[in-house]
């Protein structure tokens, strides 16, 4: 009888704790930049003389600033990708979000052109969720 209660006291108190134990949200990376809940991009490499973590930072506030800006918020802004030199650069509006250098391009088997549509994509998929009411597309 005793074994019988010990049981079922111990059982659900280890299953529960393996459950806790398993079952850990994903964290996001320091280099990963998302909008909305979307996953945007990940920044891993200097570039122009400038940190990996300086840029993560740069894009960070630039994005602040887009989604901060009342125009944006109630009528939306093409999102669009053009060339920077080697670099691509993607814009919201005409306002600089992300700059894709060749370095982020490296070992991709893609261009820098190419890396910043997939992730002007999703760039915007972002958008649209962090800004409902605005009409945010690529262009």
């Known amino acids: 009888m005793r074994s019988r209660l010990l049981v079922f006291a111990v059982v659900p108190a280890l299953v529960w704790g ?3 134990s398993l079952a850990h949200p994903a964290l996001a990376d320091a280099s990963d930049i998302s909008v909305g809940g ?3 991009a990940k920044i891993t490499h200097d570039a122009a003389g400038v940190s990996a973590d300086q840029r993560i930072v740069e894009v960070h506030k630039r994005i602040t600033d887009i989604l901060s800006n009342p125009v944006y918020r109630y009528q939306g802004a093409p999102v669009s990708v053009r060339p920077v030199g080697q670099a691509a650069g993607i814009f919201v509006a005409d306002q600089l979000a992300i700059t894709v ?3 982020d391009a ?3 088997g893609v261009t820098p052109m190419e890396l910043a549509r997939q992730w002007a994509q999703r760039l915007a ?3 649209t969720k962090a800004l409902p009411d605005a009409n945010v597309h690529v262009f």
Do not use: R
Request: charged share 5%.
């Open 18 to 20: 393996l459950s806790i």
């Open 38 to 40: 979307v996953w945007v």
């Open 101 to 103: 250098m060749p370095e």
């Open 106 to 108: 490296a070992g991709t």
């Open 125 to 127: 998929q972002g958008l």
